[in-house]
């Protein structure tokens, strides 16, 4: 098997969040429908991580509004877009080595 990763944003259920958050996520994919997306993807985030694990992906970094704000945007920015829901996952399958020489 050699390496896979996958990389993908998502948001947690809508009643995860104030109903201002609700009302905004809500029109976000109201918008993204109309312009043919399929719209906002929604996780439960430990039920996510235990789905990832089943598959088969070890390494798996779930990088919640928080994280990224922190990571991306000043410490004293208001973000009240998308982001301030938004979720970003990496997940990875180790390469497993072929010690009996099969290829596979």
């Given at each position: 098997?050699?390496?896979a990763?996958?990389?993908?944003?998502?948001?947690?259920?809508l009643?995860?969040?104030?109903?201002?958050?609700?009302?905004?996520?809500?029109?976000?994919?109201?918008?993204?429908?109309?312009?043919?997306?399929?719209?906002?993807?929604?996780?439960?985030?430990?039920?996510?991580?235990?789905?990832?694990?089943?598959?088969?992906?070890?390494?798996?970094?779930?990088?919640?509004?928080?994280?990224l704000?922190?990571?991306?945007?000043?410490?004293?920015?208001?973000?009240?877009?998308?982001?301030?829901?938004m979720?970003?996952?990496?997940?990875?399958v180790?390469?497993?080595?072929d010690?009996?020489?099969?290829?596979?």
């Amino acid at each position: 098997m050699r390496d896979a990763e996958v990389t993908f944003d998502y948001i947690e259920p809508l009643e995860n969040y104030r109903p201002a958050q609700k009302d905004y996520l809500t029109a976000v994919q109201d918008i993204a429908k109309a312009q043919g997306e399929s719209g906002l993807t929604f996780y439960d985030p430990s039920a996510l991580l235990e789905q990832l694990r089943h598959i088969g992906f070890c390494q798996i970094e779930d990088h919640t509004p928080e994280d990224l704000k922190r990571r991306y945007f000043d410490k004293n920015a208001s973000v009240t877009s998308e982001l301030s829901a938004m979720h970003m996952v990496r997940a990875r399958v180790r390469r497993v080595i072929d010690i009996a020489g099969t290829g596979l």
